[in-house]
């Protein structure tokens, strides 16, 4: 499956024939990073609003908290990014109407197998 030309091109692709997903990791990474902010930032708010002392603990914890979150979503879209590149290289490639057969050659070549 060849990936989307754009990110709403790909949503629009009603036959499922191009990949959107690929497209739309920068704008997944955002909005997960963005979401892991205001959710650090209201549980610092909520805490100061308590007590000081809570509120300096919270925003300790929120910091920690942000950089595992951080590194979670990276690594999770990493790991998609991988799928979709592996996808593509062991999918068979599609003309109009016809589907192209690998060879236990190429299937070898691909994997990295001499």
Not at 8 to 35: C, N, Q, V
Request: with cysteine; hydrophobic share 55%.
């Amino acid at each position: 499956m060849p990936e989307a030309n754009g990110m709403w091109e790909g949503l629009m692709d009603f036959s499922f024939h191009r990949y959107a997903t690929p497209r739309m990791l920068k704008f997944l990474y955002a909005i997960h990073l963005l979401a892991g902010l205001i959710a650090g930032v209201a549980w610092v708010v909520l805490a100061f609003q308590q007590a000081p002392v809570q509120g300096l603990i919270a925003l300790l914890g929120a910091l920690v908290g942000y950089c595992l979150w951080i590194l979670y979503c990276r690594v999770a879209l990493e790991v998609l990014a991988a799928v979709f590149r592996i996808a593509n290289a062991v999918a068979p490639n599609r003309g109009d109407s016809q589907q192209q057969e690998y060879s236990e050659s190429s299937v070898a070549e691909m994997v990295g197998a001499r």
